[in-house]
């Protein structure tokens, strides 16, 4: 599990301070374009799965890095982040927890729809971030590239940087 600091407002998560939960508006860079930014939403996320008064969304992104074909990932390419209360206004830094689902099918999504967050994080003040992993990528970049199906540049260079 890689931890690493980032600032309260960084260039890829300008966060809308008008609301206590506004969901951020994330930028284009480092090779992912973002498709859409929804609060997160599911038929398994129940209520209390996300920690109290945190934001949890949704985004949809591309990557030239990793195919969007449901042969390769699950649900598409997507990233489920979960911002700590108060971070729009805060000026801490915080910590980020990369959660990284297994293989199988499993999504972006799991790790929330599974278990509540509160189980990872505690009363810990961190962001998580719970990335897609494909369906059997291994988090490498595959030899056979005939389907894009480089994960370790899009989540080392690309999704990391993205998130600082």
């Known amino acids: 599990m890689r931890i690493r600091m980032l600032p309260a407002i960084t260039a890829a998560l300008l966060v809308c ?21 929804t609060p997160a939403t599911s038929a398994k996320l129940q209520p209390g799965m996300a920690a109290p008064n ?16 449901t042969k390769v990932t699950a649900l598409g390419n997507g990233v489920r982040i ?11 830094r915080y910590p980020v927890i990369y959660l990284l689902p297994g293989t199988g099918g499993l999504s972006y999504k799991s790790w929330s729809e599974m278990l509540p967050t509160t189980s990872i994080v505690g009363n810990r003040e961190v962001i998580l971030v719970m990335a897609d992993g494909g369906k059997n990528s291994w988090y490498t970049d595959w030899v056979d590239q005939s389907v894009a199906q480089k994960w370790e ?4 260079q690309q999704l990391v940087p993205w998130v600082d």
């Not at 609301?19 to 498709?35: D, L, M, R």
């Not at 979960?82 to 801490?92: A, F, H, R």
Request: aromatic residues 8%; hydrophobic residues 35%; charged residues 10%.
């Open 17 to 37: 301070a008008s609301t206590a939960h506004a969901v951020p508006q994330p930028s284009n860079c480092y090779g992912i374009t973002v498709g859409s930014v």
């Open 82 to 92: 979960q911002l700590p209360p108060n971070y729009e206004t805060s000026t801490k």
């Open 153 to 156: 540049t899009f989540h080392l």
């Open 54 to 69: 945190s934001t949890l969304f949704d985004i949809r992104l591309s990557s030239a890095a990793i195919s969007s074909s």
